[in-house]
Each structure stands twice: as structure tokens, then as C-alpha cells.
């Protein structure tokens, strides 16, 4: 069964730190670029950053970049997102998915429709 599931989410006050993890099973992320997505209570879902398949190329939504740090370990199926400087609007459940692109090496981007299998989601809360 192919699977996502993310960790580390948890409370932190404003200016702190949180490293997310998204570990595969049933799959390999061997051609699957990545993507860390985001939803607020009463907001639509967005991308937050995405990564490609051989971790060539990344690419960050404007609001987080410079912040947060996407990256992957192919070799223990992991996906990582470091959030540093963490604001009270980055309050929301992070969701990583995985979009099948073989041997393509290119960025994915941020669509969400492009992404094939999702995460359950891991709760971020910056309070002041």
C-alpha cells in the first residue's frame, strides 16, 4: 500500500524552529518529485515548497522563501521540510505529496492537481 506519512509538527512560538519529516512506504521516491503543501482553517490548500526527483532543483512559494528548506533522502524514502523563523501565519496542517515524473528531473511545481498521493497532514501552530 502506498503510503505518506508526515511527523514533527507540533507548537512553537514565533522566530522558533520546526523540522517536518514525510516517510514513504509501499513505494520508493525514486521518480516521484516532491511537494510540501500547507492548508489554514478557512483558507484554501497552497504549495509551500517543492523539490525535484534527484534533488537537482527547488522551488518555494515567496512567502516562506529564504525560511524554509525543503530537501530529501531518496536513499531512507524521506522528505524533509526545515522551517526556521516560524510567524503565526505559517499556522496550518502541512501535507508533503509525491508526483510520479519517471525520469524527469525538473522542478514540479506547486499545483496541487499535479501531485499523485498525499499525506494525512501534521498540525503547525506559531503562538504568540
Known amino acids: 500500500q502506498l503510503q505518506l506519512v508526515e511527523s514533527g509538527g507540533g507548537l512553537v512560538q514565533p522566530g522558533g524552529s520546526l523540522r517536518l519529516s514525510c516517510a514513504a512506504s509501499?513505494?520508493?521516491?525514486?521518480?516521484?518529485?516532491m511537494g510540501w503543501f500547507r492548508q489554514a482553517p478557512g483558507k484554501e490548500r497552497e504549495g509551500v515548497a517543492c523539490?525535484?526527483?534527484?534533488?537537482?532543483?527547488?522551488f518555494y512559494a515567496d512567502s516562506v522563501k529564504g525560511r524554509f528548506t525543503i530537501s530529501r533522502d531518496n536513499a531512507h524514502n524521506i522528505l524533509y521540510l526545515q522551517m526556521n523563523r516560524l510567524r503565526p501565519e505559517d499556522t496550518a496542517v502541512y501535507y508533503c505529496?509525491?508526483?510520479?515524473?519517471?525520469?524527469?528531473?525538473?522542478?514540479?511545481?506547486?499545483?496541487?492537481?499535479?501531485?499523485?498521493?498525499w499525506g494525512q497532514g501534521t498540525q503547525v501552530t506559531v503562538f504568540t
Open positions: 509501499g513505494f520508493t521516491l525514486d521518480g516521484y518529485a
Open positions: 505529496a509525491a508526483d510520479f515524473v519517471g525520469t524527469n528531473t525538473a522542478v514540479p511545481g506547486l499545483q496541487a492537481n499535479w501531485y499523485d498521493y
Open positions: 523539490i525535484s526527483s534527484n534533488s537537482g532543483s527547488t
